[in-house]
């Protein structure tokens, strides 16, 4: 497979200024994979970039007008709720299929979100949970019409919580998730407290990882292709090197993922992904002669979809047992 534009400068896009946002919004946070809360640091990113903070406003409210940026998934941190998070590639041919797809993983109990790839394959990411539920996830997710195969990927990392939510948390959270974007004078209305208190209450839970968000796009509607490259390491290999060794070789990418944070995973990765004009500027990479690499894989990622109902009937339920 081919990484994008290594060893060549890449053109950016025709609107290369939301490809420019689109990364500080990532790197502006401390967790880039699980921290992308709404109401993003446009003074920040529009400081790094020496722009307008009205001309990063406007290209947020263009994104999520033009239906790139759908919405938000927030969502407790899955360690509260006894379970991991575990990744899926499924590989579906059939163009048909694969539009039928998305709403058949709501029927799958477990899985929280997905995303149908440009060409034959889907990403899906389900809870990790009992073995015998893992398997009738899995048998549940090759029973889909038109599913190839089902691969399972590691585990997902997500940041440690260091904060056992009390009542008054868990209704924050279960408010979060219905209205993500609310104002925090509207939250307040809503849980009968004072901004203050719902301001310093939602920072904590923040602080304290127990809570988790990540943004719901359609990447189709982003003007210029979106790639998305891969780099499978060999068992041991340092990510944190790697991905700067990447960074200089493709100063344009932006790397999502690079799991140094548990040591225990087999075969670590680095996820990145970078804007091109078209599909065909792909080239052969020649990324495995980076050391610690051992395989590379391409795609050019599509639409988005959360699927709530696991989450939701947790936190349903543990509020109504702290409620008791």
Excluded at 141 to 166: E, H, M, N, Q, Y
Aim: hydrophobic share 40%; with cysteine; proline share 7%.
């Amino acid at each position: 497979m081919s990484l994008p534009g290594v060893g060549r400068a890449v053109r950016p896009g025709p609107k290369s200024l939301d490809w420019r946002i689109y990364c500080q919004l990532y790197r502006q946070l401390d967790d880039p994979v699980w921290g992308m809360f709404p109401h993003p640091a446009v003074k920040e990113i529009a400081q790094s970039l020496g722009i307008a903070r009205a001309t990063v406003w406007r290209r947020f409210q263009e994104w999520e007008k033009s239906g790139f940026v759908v919405g938000y998934e927030l969502f407790p941190n899955p360690a509260l709720l006894g379970v991991g998070l575990t990744g899926y590639r499924v590989i579906i041919p059939d163009p048909e299929a694969r539009r039928g797809f998305p709403d058949a993983l709501e029927q799958v109990d477990g899985v929280t979100f997905g995303v149908i790839n440009l060409g034959g394959s889907a990403d899906v990411i389900a809870v990790s949970d009992l073995p015998a539920s893992r398997a009738r996830r899995e048998e549940r997710l090759r029973a889909i019409t038109g599913v190839k195969s089902v691969d399972r990927g590691s585990r997902v990392w997500f940041p440690l919580c260091t904060r056992k939510p009390s009542l008054r948390d868990w209704r924050m959270i279960e408010e979060l998730r219905r209205n993500p974007t609310s104002s925090l004078s509207g939250l307040a209305e809503k849980l009968e407290i004072s901004t203050k208190t719902a301001s310093r209450r939602l920072q904590t839970l923040k602080n304290d990882r127990a809570i988790l968000s990540l943004p719901v796009e359609d990447f189709a509607k982003f003007d210029g292709v979106i790639a998305g490259g891969i780099l499978v390491l060999a068992p041991g290999a340092e990510a944190r090197s790697i991905s700067l060794a990447l960074q200089k070789r493709l100063p344009e990418a932006l790397i999502v993922g690079s799991w140094t944070q548990n040591p225990a995973l087999p075969s670590p990765i680095v996820a990145f992904l970078q804007c091109v004009q078209k599909a065909s500027e792909t080239e052969a990479a020649g990324a495995l002669g980076i050391p610690g690499v051992v395989r590379e894989e391409t795609f050019f990622p599509g639409t988005a979809r959360a699927y709530r109902n696991w989450f939701d009937s947790r936190i349903f339920e543990t509020i109504a047992q702290l409620d008791g």
